[in-house]
């Protein structure tokens, strides 16, 4: 369960910025996952890809043991979600406090 309790603290470390910054990276969530599409299918087929060729694998000791199609952790595709939009925070977040322009007001 520990790589749960990792993306559970991005996740709530990172939830000041939306609240008290108002980056409303959440509020408009049609534009997140736009975002996130690509990263969570080009990395989700990569790492099914990699464990069914037996190049890459995951310690079962570090995960709640549900599995998605593919063998893949539950985790791996929490991962693929999660860190991205901390980083889409940061990001927006940066705009905010600095007042810069990102091409898509």
Do not use: N
């Amino acid at each position: 369960m520990l790589y749960l309790l990792v993306l559970l603290g991005c996740l709530l470390g990172t939830l000041p910025l939306e609240i008290f910054l108002g980056v409303r990276v959440y509020r408009r969530w049609p534009r997140l996952l736009l975002a996130l599409l690509p990263t969570v299918v080009v990395f989700g087929a990569w790492d099914v890809a990699a464990i069914a060729a037996g190049q890459w694998h995951y310690d079962a000791r570090q995960l709640s043991g549900l599995r998605l199609p593919g063998r893949l952790p539950v985790e791996e595709l929490l991962f693929f979600l999660v860190v991205p939009t901390c980083a889409i925070l940061g990001f927006e977040a940066v705009r905010v406090v600095r007042g810069w322009a990102a091409g898509d007001e």
